[in-house]
């Protein structure tokens, strides 16, 4: 069974940071891209991160360049977000989701999607 586990997420004030982590099973993480997704409250979901299948490709939205990193550990089947600099509008539910090989833009466009974890930022 192919699943897909998100966990890291929390509550942290303005300017810190979290490491969330993508845990995978049920299917050999080195052939897919993984995407990490956030939701608001009242929002549509967006694409925040996405990483290719060999990890030579990664891609930031405008909102979080240069203060989230994305990678990716095959060896754990594993592959996380560091959010470095928080900001109050970075609270969302995160979610990572897989489809093979590359990254696309479009939540739709990936297959297999974790259940999310909650970030809020806060003081």
């Known amino acids: 069974q192919l699943q897909l586990v998100e966990s890291g997420g929390g509550l942290v004030q303005p300017g810190g940071s979290l490491r969330l982590s993508c845990a995978v099973s049920?299917?050999?993480?080195?052939?897919?891209?993984i995407g990490w997704f956030r939701q608001a409250p009242g929002k549509e979901r967006e694409g925040v991160s996405c990483?290719?299948?060999?990890?030579?490709?990664?891609n930031y939205a405008d909102s979080v360049k240069g203060r989230f990193t994305v990678s990716r550990d095959n060896a754990k089947n594993t592959v996380y977000l560091q959010m470095d600099s928080l900001k109050p509008e970075d609270t969302a539910v995160y979610y990572c989701?897989?489809?093979?090989?590359?990254?696309?833009?479009?939540?739709?466009?990936?297959?297999?999607w974790g259940q999310g974890t909650q970030v809020t930022v806060s003081s």
């Open positions: 049920g299917f050999t993480l080195d052939y897919y891209a």
């Open positions: 989701a897989a489809r093979l090989n590359r990254c696309r833009v479009l939540a739709e466009a990936y297959d297999y």
């Open positions: 990483i290719n299948s060999s990890g030579s490709t990664t």
